[in-house]
């Protein structure tokens, strides 16, 4: 009866440990899957939708930039502030681009924001070699925009702005020679949470 008791008390400590790793491993393996973007976005789009990404000129690229937003956070801390470096949580950002893949010429990128933060997209070369996310933040968490080719970060407009707001759209159109490129996030913080994609343009 002894060895028992003593026993209970660590089986149930090892019980509840496991089922907390379980259900962080869980929430992080949904998390990645989109399944908590898959249940928002017609809702959100519907309550929120503010405009919408003009017909394309060329090819187009359509953009979705997403974040966890208050799950990312907890639900007692502030909203974070978008001008200061730092990761925001682990990689639980998204940007994912489609088609992935478009011939050289006239390309509009169009985005549309479906995530709770302020977001943006820049069009970047990719040099040889090299694969997108591994661009180094400097200390102000972005990365150097040097060579940009384009960017869609202004609400319900085209080109350079402020950041497209939550449930906004906005878009970029861009001339694109066969090669790789980057489409990123460079937001303070954003690039190093997760938020780039490759984007090949062929012949």
């Not at 008791?5 to 149930?12: H, L, N, S, V």
């Not at 393996?29 to 928002?40: E, P």
């Not at 893949?101 to 070369?125: D, F, Q, S, W, Y």
């Not at 497209?164 to 066969?178: D, H």
Request: hydrophobic content about 40%; proline content about 7%.
């Amino acid at each position: 009866m002894t060895r028992r008791r003593r026993r209970t008390p660590w089986a149930a400590i090892a019980i509840a440990v496991a089922a907390l790793a379980l259900g962080i491993a869980t929430t992080g393996l949904m998390a990645a899957a989109g399944a908590f973007h898959r249940t928002a976005p017609a809702a959100w789009r519907a309550q929120n939708a503010r405009c919408a990404a003009p017909a394309a000129k060329g090819s187009a690229v359509d953009v979705t930039v997403w974040d966890m937003g208050r799950m990312m956070r907890g639900p007692n801390r502030p909203v974070p502030d978008d001008r200061r470096p730092g990761r925001y949580g682990m990689g639980m950002m998204r940007l994912v681009a489609r088609p992935t893949t478009v011939p050289a010429g006239k390309v509009t990128v169009r985005v549309v924001n479906e995530g709770t933060l302020t977001h943006e997209v820049i069009v970047m070369p990719l040099a040889a070699g090299r694969a997108a996310g591994e661009r180094a933040p400097g200390a102000d968490g972005r990365v150097s925009e040097t060579g940009s080719l384009g960017e869609a970060s202004r609400t319900c407009g085209s080109g350079a702005g402020d950041g497209i707001a939550p449930g906004a759209a906005a878009w970029t159109t861009v001339t694109l020679r066969p090669g790789r490129y980057e489409l990123l996030c460079n937001v303070p913080g954003h690039y190093a949470a997760g938020m780039y994609t490759e984007l090949d343009v062929t012949r």
